[in-house]
């Protein structure tokens, strides 16, 4: 079975701090995902990243960063943590080879910010 | 401006009745559609998905029905359980080119399933 693990379940953080969600794969997917997830407004893309290095921003990447340096691990930073990035934050990841575009999920961290 | 739409935010049906979930899209580029099941404080799981080129796709008590023309899908539940209640996503996908098989999700639709 494909394992998807999110370093946190939840976390608080103070408003200006550094925040660190790291993913991890055991499946040797190509593609990872990070997303966030709000009330109302369904499953939003904050960035992917199709190999290691290599990045895309999805559709709201503003005051967010990542980290691709192995193929099974992908960060998502918030360089400066904002009470409007109070969230949960869910990463997934794909498999190229699969053509069902299928993506696997992990548990989701919830962060509160304040 | 939204690409996949679930207009419904909720939906309640008694267990063992059908549950129709519904969604609709403006791409015409979408060729690949899923549905996610995400129960509270988990993540969301693969439920069943359907390629353009078909019009039905059947996983045991789940059916989805594609119509392209009228750009709607449907996701049926057969009987619904009490363990079916929970928020579905629905995601379409354009097809990977250069390695970009990103999905789009619309709001969801919270399912509940009384007994």
């Known amino acids: 079975d494909v394992k998807v693990t999110q370093s946190s379940r939840y976390l608080v953080k103070r408003t200006g701090e550094k925040v660190f969600l790291e993913c991890v794969q055991d499946?040797?997917?190509?593609?990872m995902f990070w997303y966030r997830q709000d009330p109302g407004l369904g499953l939003r893309l904050i960035y992917f990243?199709?190999?290691?290095?290599?990045?895309e921003k999805g559709d709201i990447p503003e005051g967010y960063s990542v980290s691709r340096e192995k193929k099974e691990r992908f960060s998502l930073i918030l360089e400066s943590a904002s009470t409007n990035q109070t969230s949960m934050y869910l990463c997934?990841?794909?498999?190229?080879?699969?053509?069902?575009?299928?993506?696997?999920f992990g548990p989701g961290t919830r962060l509160t910010v304040t | 401006d939204q690409q996949v739409k679930q207009n419904s935010p909720s939906l309640s049906v008694q267990e063992g009745r059908i549950s129709i979930l519904n969604c609709d899209y403006t791409?015409?580029?979408?060729?690949?559609f899923l549905w996610y099941k995400k129960y509270p404080a988990e993540g969301p799981t693969f439920l069943i998905s359907?390629?353009?080129?078909?019009d039905k796709n059947e996983d045991g008590r789940f059916t989805v029905f594609l119509n392209k023309s009228a750009k709607h899908l449907s996701l049926h539940i057969v009987p619904s359980q009490p363990g079916d209640s929970a928020v579905y996503f629905c995601?379409?996908?354009?097809?990977?080119?250069?390695?970009?098989?990103?999905?789009?999700f619309g709001k969801g639709t919270k399912l509940t399933v009384n007994p």
């Open positions: 997934a990841s794909s498999l190229v080879a699969l053509l069902t575009y299928e993506q696997y």
């Open positions: 499946m040797d997917h190509e593609n």
């Open positions: 990243s199709y190999d290691v290095k290599m990045k």
């Open positions: 791409n015409s580029m979408f060729d690949y």
């Open positions: 359907i390629s353009s080129i078909k």
């Open positions: 995601a379409a996908s354009e097809g990977g080119q250069g390695g970009s098989e990103k999905l789009v």
